[in-house]
């Protein structure tokens, strides 16, 4: 069903290496974050908001 389906998928991003959204790329290890072929430079507390939103797709995330 659906919700198994969004369950699995969310578990993949969340213990995966490599985070993908559409054309946006995110790698945890060496955090880097690319559009299509193009790096976006991004601040720590910018790439660490951005995993936070990509691992969490379609929930609310609470800043606390």
Request: charged share 20%; net charge positive.
């Given at each position: 069903?659906?919700a198994e389906l969004l369950f699995r998928?969310?578990?993949?991003?969340?213990?995966?290496?490599?985070?993908?959204?559409?054309?946006?790329?995110?790698?945890?290890?060496?955090?880097l974050v690319k559009l299509g072929n193009r790096v976006?430079?991004?601040?720590?507390?910018?790439?660490?908001?951005?995993?936070?939103?990509?691992?969490?797709?379609?929930?609310?995330?609470?800043?606390?």
């Amino acid at each position: 069903d659906l919700a198994e389906l969004l369950f699995r998928a969310r578990r993949l991003v969340y213990h995966s290496k490599i985070v993908r959204v559409g054309e946006l790329t995110i790698d945890l290890i060496a955090q880097l974050v690319k559009l299509g072929n193009r790096v976006i430079h991004l601040a720590p507390v910018e790439f660490r908001l951005l995993v936070c939103l990509a691992q969490h797709i379609g929930e609310a995330v609470s800043i606390n």
